[in-house]
């Protein structure tokens, strides 16, 4: 079974503060995909980041940092210095049996940035 | 690039009744998705296509459900006899070819059924 758990139902931090959200996955397969999105208010999920299984590196983008660990079957995903635009509700997904293209959601962390 | 379009942004009905969802895909995405939201969930697949073809449909997508990608460009979304437990956001994604690849959203559509 593919399972995606985000434990962290909602976070509040204040502004400037760093996060992490937390991100567990169960799979079976060795090739798989993991993503994150993020869904503000409006409601469009936006894609923020895409790794496959045989990439360990940890990944930078600006504010964001995203840690990736086989071992552990985490993806977890960082923000640096926190801003209120950043608030947010933030999905981990994953994508198994390359080939079928669906993604399986966590329930997703919701990010409250306060000024 | 203008994105997924997905019409109407709401529709409420009442129960019983057939409604359908439109989703204009970005134009050189060949693949479709659908996905159902409900409150405080993550999306959950309902089905997708390659071009016209309807290549995997979830067991959430009862016989109620039909959806379609006439020559591969915009697809739709049919409820019938619609319930009290069809009321969610319905979300449209598309993607280029190669597996894998990022899938965009819409902006959905929320059905609230009375």
């Known amino acids: 079974a593919q399972k995606v758990t985000q434990a962290q139902t909602e976070i509040s931090v204040v502004e400037k503060e760093d996060v992490t959200l937390d991100c567990v996955y169960e799979?079976?397969?060795?090739?798989?995909?993991l993503f994150w999105y993020k869904q503000p208010p409006s409601g469009e999920l936006v894609f923020l980041i895409r790794?496959?299984?045989?990439?360990?590196q940890n990944e930078i983008s600006g504010r964001y940092s995203w840690n990736f660990q086989k071992s552990t079957s985490s993806f977890n995903f960082t923000i640096t210095a926190s801003q209120v635009v950043d608030s947010a509700v933030y999905f981990c997904?994953?994508?198994?049996?390359?080939?079928?293209?669906?993604?399986?959601f966590g329930t997703g962390t919701r990010l409250q940035v306060f000024p | 690039d203008t994105g997924v379009s997905q019409n109407p942004r709401h529709k409420i009905t009442k129960r019983g009744q057939n409604v359908t969802f439109r989703c204009d895909p970005i134009?050189?995405?060949?693949?479709l998705y659908w996905y159902r939201q409900t409150l405080g969930q993550g999306p959950e697949f309902l089905t997708y296509?390659?071009?016209?073809?309807?290549?995997?449909k979830s067991r959430l997508l009862s016989d109620r459900f039909s959806a379609e990608r006439p020559k591969g460009s915009f697809s739709t979304l049919e409820i019938q006899r619609t319930e009290q437990g069809d009321s969610a956001m319905y979300l449209c994604?598309?993607?280029?070819?190669?597996?894998?690849?990022?899938?965009?959203f819409g902006d959905g559509t929320r059905l609230s059924i009375l």
């Open positions: 994604a598309s993607s280029e070819w190669d597996s894998a690849k990022p899938q965009h």
């Open positions: 799979t079976r397969d060795t090739t798989y995909y």
């Open positions: 790794r496959n299984s045989f990439d360990e």
């Open positions: 997904a994953l994508m198994g049996r390359v080939g079928t293209d669906k993604l399986i």
């Open positions: 134009s050189e995405h060949n693949r």
């Open positions: 296509f390659q071009n016209e073809a309807q290549l995997e």
